[in-house]
Protein backbone atom coordinates (compact mmCIF):
# COMPACT_ATOMS: atom_id res chain seq x y z
CA UNK A 1 0.00 0.00 0.00
CA UNK A 2 1.34 3.29 -0.95
CA UNK A 3 -0.63 5.08 2.45
CA UNK A 4 -1.40 8.95 1.47
CA UNK A 5 0.29 10.25 -1.82
CA UNK A 6 0.05 13.97 -2.18
CA UNK A 7 1.46 16.18 -5.07
CA UNK A 8 3.00 18.20 -6.16
CA UNK A 9 5.66 18.62 -3.64
CA UNK A 10 6.10 21.84 -3.99
CA UNK A 11 5.10 24.79 -5.50
CA UNK A 12 5.12 28.04 -6.56
CA UNK A 13 2.13 30.62 -7.09
CA UNK A 14 1.43 34.13 -8.50
CA UNK A 15 -1.05 36.04 -6.88
CA UNK A 16 -4.27 35.35 -8.21
CA UNK A 17 -3.45 32.44 -9.90
CA UNK A 18 -5.26 28.68 -9.17
CA UNK A 19 -3.98 25.40 -8.60
CA UNK A 20 -5.12 21.96 -7.73
CA UNK A 21 -3.39 20.02 -4.58
CA UNK A 22 -4.18 16.70 -5.22
CA UNK A 23 -4.71 14.05 -2.63
CA UNK A 24 -5.65 10.24 -2.82
CA UNK A 25 -5.61 7.19 -0.60
CA UNK A 26 -5.74 3.52 -1.15
CA UNK A 27 -6.16 2.09 2.24
CA UNK A 28 -10.41 2.51 1.86
CA UNK A 29 -10.65 5.02 4.65
CA UNK A 30 -13.99 7.02 5.19
CA UNK A 31 -12.51 10.25 6.49
CA UNK A 32 -10.22 12.47 4.68
CA UNK A 33 -8.85 16.05 6.00
CA UNK A 34 -6.56 19.34 4.64
CA UNK A 35 -4.09 20.36 7.30
CA UNK A 36 -2.11 23.81 6.91
CA UNK A 37 0.63 24.61 9.39
CA UNK A 38 2.60 27.59 8.85
CA UNK A 39 5.85 27.71 9.75
CA UNK A 40 6.48 26.94 13.30
CA UNK A 41 3.17 26.74 13.97
CA UNK A 42 0.73 23.67 14.93
CA UNK A 43 -1.65 22.47 12.24
CA UNK A 44 -5.20 24.12 11.41
CA UNK A 45 -7.53 22.15 9.67
CA UNK A 46 -8.91 23.34 6.09
CA UNK A 47 -12.10 21.24 5.33
CA UNK A 48 -12.66 17.56 6.20
CA UNK A 49 -15.08 14.47 4.88
CA UNK A 50 -16.68 12.06 6.24
CA UNK A 51 -17.37 10.00 3.03
CA UNK A 52 -17.91 10.00 -0.80
CA UNK A 53 -20.26 13.08 -1.11
CA UNK A 54 -19.51 14.83 1.93
CA UNK A 55 -17.66 17.40 2.86
CA UNK A 56 -17.53 20.11 5.77
CA UNK A 57 -15.62 23.25 6.63
CA UNK A 58 -12.80 23.46 8.90
CA UNK A 59 -11.23 26.03 10.66
CA UNK A 60 -9.96 27.63 8.34
CA UNK A 61 -11.85 27.65 5.44
CA UNK A 62 -11.72 30.53 3.31
CA UNK A 63 -9.84 30.89 0.25
CA UNK A 64 -10.51 26.75 -0.36
CA UNK A 65 -12.38 24.25 -2.04
CA UNK A 66 -12.81 20.81 -1.98
CA UNK A 67 -14.91 17.88 -3.54
CA UNK A 68 -15.13 14.27 -2.56
CA UNK A 69 -16.66 12.00 -5.68
CA UNK A 70 -14.73 9.11 -4.75
CA UNK A 71 -13.25 7.20 -1.54
CA UNK A 72 -9.93 7.71 -2.58
CA UNK A 73 -9.75 11.02 -3.48
CA UNK A 74 -9.81 14.17 -1.95
CA UNK A 75 -8.34 17.05 -4.22
CA UNK A 76 -7.74 20.62 -2.77
CA UNK A 77 -8.85 23.62 -4.90
CA UNK A 78 -7.12 27.31 -4.28
CA UNK A 79 -8.71 30.13 -6.23
CA UNK A 80 -7.19 33.43 -6.46
CA UNK A 81 -4.25 32.49 -4.42
CA UNK A 82 -2.62 35.05 -2.00
CA UNK A 83 0.42 35.27 -0.11
CA UNK A 84 -1.67 34.70 3.59
CA UNK A 85 -1.72 31.08 1.80
CA UNK A 86 1.88 30.23 1.68
CA UNK A 87 1.95 27.40 3.74
CA UNK A 88 2.83 23.57 4.35
CA UNK A 89 -0.38 21.65 3.07
CA UNK A 90 -0.78 18.08 4.53
CA UNK A 91 -3.18 15.41 3.89
CA UNK A 92 -4.55 12.92 5.90
CA UNK A 93 -7.03 10.00 6.33
CA UNK A 94 -8.10 7.62 8.61
CA UNK A 95 -10.42 4.93 9.59
CA UNK A 96 -13.82 5.66 11.18
CA UNK A 97 -12.94 2.56 13.81
CA UNK A 98 -10.98 3.50 17.07
CA UNK A 99 -8.25 3.95 17.40
CA UNK A 100 -8.21 5.92 13.87
CA UNK A 101 -4.73 6.92 13.80
CA UNK A 102 -4.29 9.87 11.18
CA UNK A 103 -2.52 8.74 8.17
CA UNK A 104 -0.70 11.64 6.81
CA UNK A 105 0.89 12.47 3.29
CA UNK A 106 3.84 13.96 2.90
CA UNK A 107 3.02 17.65 2.40
CA UNK A 108 2.96 19.95 -0.55
CA UNK A 109 5.00 23.37 0.52
CA UNK A 110 3.19 26.19 -1.30
CA UNK A 111 4.92 29.73 -1.61
CA UNK A 112 2.65 32.27 -3.05
CA UNK A 113 4.69 35.37 -4.36
CA UNK B 1 -14.20 27.13 18.31
CA UNK B 2 -13.38 24.27 20.89
CA UNK B 3 -10.33 25.53 21.10
CA UNK B 4 -7.11 22.93 22.38
CA UNK B 5 -4.87 25.17 24.30
CA UNK B 6 -1.41 23.32 24.57
CA UNK B 7 1.35 24.69 27.33
CA UNK B 8 3.72 25.27 27.57
CA UNK B 9 4.55 26.42 24.26
CA UNK B 10 8.10 25.88 23.92
CA UNK B 11 10.31 23.58 26.27
CA UNK B 12 14.26 23.32 26.01
CA UNK B 13 15.74 21.21 28.09
CA UNK B 14 19.27 19.04 28.94
CA UNK B 15 19.31 15.54 28.22
CA UNK B 16 18.00 13.26 31.09
CA UNK B 17 15.39 15.85 32.47
CA UNK B 18 11.76 14.91 32.73
CA UNK B 19 9.00 17.15 31.34
CA UNK B 20 5.46 17.49 31.29
CA UNK B 21 3.29 18.85 28.25
CA UNK B 22 -0.72 19.75 29.27
CA UNK B 23 -3.58 19.84 26.68
CA UNK B 24 -6.54 22.01 27.87
CA UNK B 25 -10.00 22.39 26.67
CA UNK B 26 -13.13 24.08 28.33
CA UNK B 27 -15.53 21.73 26.62
CA UNK B 28 -15.23 17.31 26.97
CA UNK B 29 -13.33 15.25 24.57
CA UNK B 30 -14.98 11.62 23.65
CA UNK B 31 -11.72 10.71 22.55
CA UNK B 32 -7.87 12.59 22.62
CA UNK B 33 -5.04 11.32 20.30
CA UNK B 34 -1.52 12.80 21.24
CA UNK B 35 0.72 12.60 18.01
CA UNK B 36 4.71 13.90 17.36
CA UNK B 37 5.88 15.60 14.90
CA UNK B 38 9.55 15.64 13.37
CA UNK B 39 10.70 17.86 10.83
CA UNK B 40 9.62 17.84 7.37
CA UNK B 41 7.28 15.36 7.81
CA UNK B 42 3.67 14.50 8.77
CA UNK B 43 2.54 13.79 12.73
CA UNK B 44 2.88 10.10 14.14
CA UNK B 45 0.30 8.96 16.59
CA UNK B 46 1.32 8.16 20.19
CA UNK B 47 -1.72 7.41 21.73
CA UNK B 48 -5.23 7.52 21.96
CA UNK B 49 -6.32 7.99 25.34
CA UNK B 50 -10.89 7.39 25.65
CA UNK B 51 -11.79 6.89 29.61
CA UNK B 52 -11.28 9.63 32.23
CA UNK B 53 -8.60 8.82 34.25
CA UNK B 54 -6.77 6.39 31.86
CA UNK B 55 -2.80 6.64 32.34
CA UNK B 56 -0.92 5.00 29.29
CA UNK B 57 2.49 4.38 29.24
CA UNK B 58 4.87 4.31 26.07
CA UNK B 59 8.36 3.01 27.15
CA UNK B 60 9.70 6.66 28.86
CA UNK B 61 6.12 8.73 27.73
CA UNK B 62 3.19 8.59 30.14
CA UNK B 63 0.17 9.91 29.02
CA UNK B 64 -2.79 11.06 31.23
CA UNK B 65 -6.58 11.80 30.70
CA UNK B 66 -8.06 14.20 32.99
CA UNK B 67 -10.92 12.34 34.71
CA UNK B 68 -13.45 15.25 33.74
CA UNK B 69 -12.36 14.48 30.05
CA UNK B 70 -11.15 18.04 29.40
CA UNK B 71 -7.79 18.13 30.15
CA UNK B 72 -4.50 15.63 29.04
CA UNK B 73 -0.86 15.48 30.01
CA UNK B 74 2.41 13.69 28.60
CA UNK B 75 5.12 13.08 30.53
CA UNK B 76 8.77 12.27 29.40
CA UNK B 77 10.89 10.78 31.82
CA UNK B 78 14.57 11.18 31.55
CA UNK B 79 14.24 13.27 28.23
CA UNK B 80 16.94 12.01 25.06
CA UNK B 81 18.04 14.28 21.75
CA UNK B 82 15.50 11.64 20.19
CA UNK B 83 12.43 13.22 21.71
CA UNK B 84 12.81 16.52 19.90
CA UNK B 85 10.05 17.53 17.81
CA UNK B 86 6.56 19.06 17.84
CA UNK B 87 3.99 17.66 20.17
CA UNK B 88 0.33 17.74 19.30
CA UNK B 89 -2.90 16.54 20.90
CA UNK B 90 -5.79 16.30 18.99
CA UNK B 91 -9.72 15.93 19.54
CA UNK B 92 -10.51 12.36 18.22
CA UNK B 93 -13.82 13.43 16.32
CA UNK B 94 -15.22 14.01 13.02
CA UNK B 95 -13.50 17.39 13.09
CA UNK B 96 -10.41 16.39 13.92
CA UNK B 97 -9.02 19.57 15.42
CA UNK B 98 -5.23 19.67 16.53
CA UNK B 99 -4.16 21.28 19.80
CA UNK B 100 -1.50 24.67 19.07
CA UNK B 101 1.29 22.81 19.86
CA UNK B 102 4.38 22.22 21.88
CA UNK B 103 8.05 22.72 20.63
CA UNK B 104 10.24 20.09 22.28
CA UNK B 105 14.01 20.62 21.90
CA UNK B 106 16.39 18.29 23.80
CA UNK B 107 20.05 19.22 24.23
CA UNK B 108 22.50 16.36 24.54
Known amino acids: NAGVTQTPKFRILKIGQSMTLQCTQD?????MYWYRQDPGMGLKLIYYSVGAGITDKGEVPNGYNVSRSTTEDFPLRLELAAPSQTSVYFC????????????FGNGTRLTVT | TQLLEQSPQFLSIQEGENLTVYCNSS?????LQWYRQEPGEGPVLLVT?????EVKKLKRLTFQFGDARKDSSLHITAAQPGDTGLYLCARREDKLIFGTGTRLQVFP
Open chain 1, 27 to 31: MNHNY
Open chain 2, 27 to 31: SVFSS
Open chain 1, 92 to 103: ASRQRKAPGALH
Open chain 2, 49 to 53: VVTGG
